[in-house]
């Protein structure tokens, strides 16, 4: 985490205490579409599943083909630009 802060830092876009870290590995996932009420069934649902938590926060939002990047997009051999390529 200190990695990615420090390389955000070293860019000079943003003040120090603008950059957030949050970096969480999924190794379960289900892709959908639909998100009509979606956060607030999803919260819902936690809060029933989680009880004793005292605080649940759900933000939907649509990636931004100008601002997002990952490991497949990266990668010289994916010409199509395919953000699934290789996994």
């Not at 579409?33 to 009420?37: A, G, I, M």
């Given at each position: 985490m200190a990695a990615v802060y420090d390389t955000a830092d070293a860019t000079g876009i943003f003040a120090n205490n603008d950059i957030k870290v949050r970096i969480q590995s999924f190794h379960h996932y289900k892709l959908g579409?639909?998100?009509?009420?979606f956060s607030k069934?999803?919260?819902a649902r936690l809060k029933k599943l989680l009880p004793s938590t005292s605080f649940l926060s759900v933000s939907i939002s649509e990636y931004e083909a100008a601002t997002?990047?990952?490991s497949s997009l990266i990668n010289p051999r994916n010409t199509?630009?395919?953000r699934h390529f290789e996994l």
């Open positions: 579409s639909n998100k009509t009420n069934t999803i919260t997002y990047c990952n199509n630009h395919d």
